[in-house]
Each structure stands twice: as structure tokens, then as C-alpha cells.
């Protein structure tokens, strides 16, 4: 099973500040035919399902604020949220998507300093 | 627009099983694949299987001889059954929608279920 490491555990970060999180895989997800990252990335509010806000690895989904964005390749991969928002309080995981079972990271806890 | 709705939370002896369902609506049920994930209390998020458009399954071999997917075409509805309980099966189980190319799924979930709490006590 491919094993998806996020750094770090919990990030607080001041309102209008940059956010990073980041996901280590243990193996690469880079397919080489296509060249494209089995990556995503989820947001998870208190109580609510999660919500997709990137999939292979940069691309967001329609509807995310501009804000959020992914890069990495291979085997590193970081979300940036480049000005924190009150509302972007939450848990976010990476995904991969690569090979079955598709597994996730254990989660960044994003809070306001 | 795209809804996923699930059954209501469940209550559970040791040793039974569950079944939980997710109705689909606002695309073409039979063009989308749809993935159960679990979340325990406090945990992350962990993926237990795929039922594609033609109902074939392929489970975690975590949850391999304990877990049926299943879906209705009718009803545009999918269902999840785990057997054999036990208290850490205690969780919120998710339904997820993933797109495909061609019959190949893209195993990202772009829409959710609400999520269905499992409770699993003597």
C-alpha cells in the first residue's frame, strides 16, 4: 500500500497569512505514460463530509477560491492557501489516487493564531 | 445539481451487520462509479471499496469476506453491507462519487454522501 504522510500535524496561522501543508507518498505517483500526479487534495469542516478542492495535484476544482493551490511532482506535494480566511478553518488530507487501496494522509488541522 | 443522500445512523450489537444506502441524483447514475469511505471518531479518512456502473466490486482487503457492495439501477441507489461487527468498526461511512475515462475510474471523489454514523456497542 502506498503510504501518504502529511506535515505537519496541526498549522495556525494568523488571518490574511500564507498556509503550506505538505504530503509525502511512499513511492511515486507519477504515471509516466500520461505524466500526470495520482494527487488530491480534500477540505473537511467540523462535522461536515469532505470537500475536493485539487485533483492531480494543481488542478482545482471548479468553484474553489483561487486562493488554494497544489504543486509538487513524484513524490512531494504541497497546498498552499495564499491568504488565510476564517472559513478556511479545517481538516485537509491528501489523497492518492495512483494505485488501489487508495489511501489518504492522516490529516492537517488548519487553525487562526 | 449532483446529490448524494444517505440512510440514517445505525446502532449495532457486536457480531451483526449493517447495511447502508446512498441515493443518487442530478447525473446518470449508471455513467459514475461510487466509492464507500470510513471515518472513525477523531480518525482520518480510509477507503473501503468501488462499485462500478456494471456492479462489479473490488473491496480493501482490510474489509476482504466482511464487506457487500451492491447497487439498484432502478432506484439510482448503492448500498454497503458490513458484517460481523466489532466496536472498531464505529464509524461515519461516506459514500463518494468518482468519474471515469472510458471504463477506467478516476478515483478522486468529487461528490460526497452526508455520511451515515455507525455505532457498533454491547
Redesign the interface.
Known amino acids: 500500500d502506498i503510504v501518504m504522510t502529511q506535515s505537519p500535524d496541526s498549522l495556525p496561522v494568523s488571518l490574511g497569512e500564507r498556509a503550506t501543508i505538505n504530503c509525502k507518498s511512499s513511492q511515486s505517483i507519477l504515471y509516466s505514460s500520461n505524466n500526470k500526479n495520482y494527487l488530491a487534495w480534500y477540505q473537511q469542516k467540523l462535522g461536515q463530509p469532505p470537500k475536493l478542492l485539487i485533483y492531480w495535484a494543481s488542478i482545482r476544482e471548479s468553484g474553489v477560491p483561487d486562493r488554494f493551490s497544489g504543486s509538487g511532482s513524484g513524490a512531494d506535494f504541497t497546498l498552499t492557501i495564499s491568504s488565510l480566511q476564517a472559513e478556511d478553518v479545517a481538516v485537509y488530507y491528501c489523497q492518492q489516487y495512483y494505485s488501489s487501496p487508495y489511501t489518504f494522509g492522516q490529516g492537517t488541522k488548519l487553525e487562526i493564531k | 445539481q449532483v446529490q448524494l443522500v444517505q440512510s440514517g445512523a445505525e446502532v449495532k450489537k457486536p457480531g451483526a451487520s449493517v447495511k447502508v444506502s446512498c441515493k443518487a441524483s442530478g447525473y446518470t447514475f449508471n455513467n459514475y462509479h461510487m466509492?464507500w469511505v470510513r471515518q472513525a471518531p477523531g480518525q482520518?479518512?480510509?477507503?473501503m471499496g468501488?462499485i462500478n456502473p456494471s456492479g462489479d466490486s473490488?473491496y480493501?482487503?482490510?474489509f476482504q469476506g466482511r464487506v457487500t457492495m451492491t447497487r439498484d439501477t432502478s432506484t439510482s441507489t448503492v448500498y454497503m453491507e458490513l458484517s460481523s461487527l466489532r466496536s472498531e468498526d464505529t464509524a461515519v461511512y461516506?459514500c463518494?462519487r468518482t468519474t471515469s475515462v472510458g471504463t477506467t475510474p478516476?478515483?478522486?471523489?468529487?461528490y460526497?454522501?452526508?455520511?451515515t454514523q455507525v455505532t457498533v456497542s454491547p
Open positions: 466509492h482520518g479518512l480510509e477507503w468501488i473490488t480493501a482487503q482490510k461516506y463518494a478516476i478515483p478522486y471523489f468529487d460526497w454522501g452526508q455520511g
